[in-house]
């Protein structure tokens, strides 16, 4: 008999904003056997407060718009220290993205003759957000949440991931506890996906979400890989609090951050 409460799963994703839940809808429809795990209630991610929409270049309101202004907008905005084949992607699939939650239920403001409303942001050259009104997130959410749970996957809510397990160098499983109890779970599997969110919360003041942690970003560490451009958003003193915070050790004890900055 298993130690823990046991399950197992081919892909684990971590996480239920956006970025989790169309990576769990796309491993559902691979065929993969998908357990998705997330520490709030499901449709309660950060993925709800955003309100400004959607970038995609559409270009239903700029005719000039497209993939590659939407690119150079976003290594401009990233000040070129962006991983340009992921910002590249971003642009050229973000139209289809938009075009896919609509057709899975989602709404968007139109346009007098009934395209999809674009407005203008900051950084972006041309109108460019995709929205409704002021609550494009929770129109997302709400579309990838139901879309999701009629694509066979299992979903495990008030569950924080605190270790990623491995066999020799491949990710085994991961193991974490229910918010509710405290007690602890094992997930089995071959596959993991993080989609933890960001780190907003290491800031006193901040709109972030109380999920944003960095847990995925600890996670991943502990588990070997290298976190890169945190210098980003972070000065040295932050992301040492930060990592402490989320690791939940004392300052005396080595960290991530004391190991690669100082
Ligand atoms: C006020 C505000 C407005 C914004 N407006 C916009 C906008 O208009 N347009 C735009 O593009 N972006 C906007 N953003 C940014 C955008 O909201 C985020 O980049 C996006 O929602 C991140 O989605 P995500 O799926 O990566 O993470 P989230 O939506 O935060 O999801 C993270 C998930 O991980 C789970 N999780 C975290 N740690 C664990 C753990 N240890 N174990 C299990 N589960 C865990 C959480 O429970 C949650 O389900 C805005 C941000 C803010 C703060």
């Not at 998705?36 to 950060?46: E, F, I, Q, R």
């Not at 071959?190 to 907003?200: C, E, F, H, P």
């Not at 451009?229 to 930060?242: P, S």
């Amino acid at each position: 008999m298993e130690k823990y409460e046991t399950h197992t799963h081919d892909v684990i994703v971590i996480g239920a904003g956006g970025a989790g839940l169309r990576a769990a809808i796309e491993a559902s429809a691979q065929g993969a056997s998908v357990g998705l795990v997330c520490k709030s209630l499901l449709g309660k991610a950060h993925t709800v407060m955003a309100e400004g929409g959607v970038a995609a270049a559409l270009a239903n309101l700029d005719p000039q718009d497209n993939w590659k202004v939407h690119f150079h907008d976003t290594m401009h905005g990233g000040k070129m220290l962006n991983n340009w084949r992921m910002a590249q992607l971003h642009a050229q699939e973000a139209p289809d993205r938009v075009r896919e939650l609509e057709h899975w239920g989602a709404l968007f403001d139109r346009t007098k003759d009934g395209k999809i409303m674009q407005r203008a942001f900051g950084g972006h050259t041309w109108r460019r957000l995709a929205h409704v009104g002021d609550r494009t997130g929770l129109e997302m959410i709400r579309t990838l949440q139901d879309k999701g749970i009629h694509s066979g996957m299992d979903v495990y809510m008030e569950c924080t991931i605190t270790h990623l397990l491995k066999d020799g160098e491949r990710i085994s499983g991961a193991f974490g506890y229910w918010r509710e109890s405290g007690r602890f779970v094992l997930f089995k599997t071959k596959a993991v996906i993080l989609a933890t969110g960001g780190v907003g919360k290491s800031y006193k003041v901040t709109s972030n979400s109380w999920e944003y942690t960095g847990d995925g970003q600890a996670l991943a560490y502990d588990a070997g890989a290298d976190l890169i451009t945190l210098e980003t958003f972070l000065d040295i003193k932050e992301i040492r609090a930060a990592v402490i915070a989320i690791r939940g050790i004392s300052p005396e004890i080595p960290v991530i951050a004391q190991l690669t900055f100082d």
